[in-house]
């Protein structure tokens, strides 16, 4: 897989964690019309739920990305996976995204993160 679009998509993953990022109009262009999340909960959470829920962080979530790869779907479609370790918490995750490169930029369709035992 492409060097540079890793090394995109994982900073883009790591924008999620930091509260400059997370403006409503960064997350507007960021996220997918469509977008949507399962959450640890269950919960299915839309595009403006979301949004809002991120443009509340205050301060940066210490979240650590591990093992993280990239597998093409399609031309303009791909799938990231990881593991992330929240250090405030202490919770483990394993995580992944679909992204797609739509007018020029790529945005995140989809997320879901499943906790994992340590």
Not at 19 to 42: D, H, P, Q, W
Not at 48 to 63: F, K
Request: glycine content about 6%; aromatic content about 12%; proline content about 2%.
């Amino acid at each position: 897989m492409d060097t540079q679009l890793h090394d995109l998509l994982l900073q883009y993953e790591k924008d999620f964690f930091s509260a400059a990022f997370c403006t409503i109009a960064n997350m507007a262009k960021r996220l997918a019309v469509g977008y949507y999340e399962y959450g640890a909960s269950g919960y299915i959470h839309t595009r403006d739920e979301t949004i809002a829920a991120l443009s509340t962080i205050q301060h940066d979530r210490l979240i650590e990305i591990n093992d993280f790869s990239i597998q093409q779907l399609c031309t303009d479609t791909v799938a990231v996976h990881y593991r992330t370790f929240e250090h405030d918490s202490g919770r483990h995750a394993l995580r992944t995204s679909i992204w797609c490169y739509q007018e020029g930029e790529w945005r995140i369709l989809f997320h879901q993160g499943t906790p994992i035992p340590a």
